[in-house]
């Protein structure tokens, strides 16, 4: 199992969903979609996925699949708000045990020269980098899960075209 440095590991994570009430919903969205990468990577990591990592992934992307929308359209509901949290984290301790891999790799320069949000260029990179690991996401837990990655696109480019208007 991988094993990030200790001084990267947190000591104590606190998770207060009130202290994300006010967010603007694109910062909701572009902080959902970067957990749900985070967790998507992890659970189809060529190299260092694992039993741990994928229970991590598994429980990460069922409470942000559920709860990303609801948290973006309703910025007061506490408790979609703290779904989204507990999600993150699992997904943290996903990729913390399982290294994210292209879609990150490919997001930080685009978000570093073109000054685009972290999550917002995750979202911008799953499709052309995603089609094998999606593949193979689907082939191991789609069935059991009933979540697909697919509706997070759609649901980033809705929150994006709301944002706007």
């Known amino acids: 199992m991988h094993q990030s440095p200790p001084q ?3 000591d104590l994570a606190i998770l207060d969903a009130e202290l994300t009430v006010g967010l603007p919903r694109h910062v909701t969205a572009e902080t959902g979609i ?3 990468v985070h ?3 992890a659970f189809t990591s060529a ?3 694992n039993p741990v990592s994928d229970l991590l992934a598994t429980q990460a992307l069922t409470l942000l699949t559920r709860h990303l929308l609801p948290a973006c359209d309703r910025g007061t509901d506490l408790a979609a708000r703290e779904a989204m949290l507990l999600g993150a984290m699992y997904a943290g301790q996903a990729f913390a045990n399982a290294p994210v891999a292209a879609v ?7 978000g570093g020269i073109f000054h685009v949000p972290h999550g917002l260029s995750n979202a911008l990179v799953p499709p052309p980098t995603s089609c094998g ?4 996401l689907h082939r191991i837990s789609m069935r059991k899960l009933r979540i697909s990655w ?5 649901a980033m480019e809705t929150t994006m075209r709301k944002q706007k208007r």
């Not at 990150?104 to 685009?110: G, K, Q, R, T």
């Not at 690991?133 to 193979?136: K, L």
């Not at 697919?150 to 759609?154: A, D, E, K, N, Y």
């Open 104 to 110: 990150h790799a490919l997001a930080y320069p685009i």
């Open 34 to 36: 970067d957990a749900m």
């Open 150 to 154: 697919c509706p997070t696109s759609h």
């Open 47 to 49: 190299r260092l996925r």
């Open 39 to 41: 967790a998507v990577e």
């Open 8 to 10: 990267l590991v947190a």
């Open 133 to 136: 690991s999606t593949r193979r």
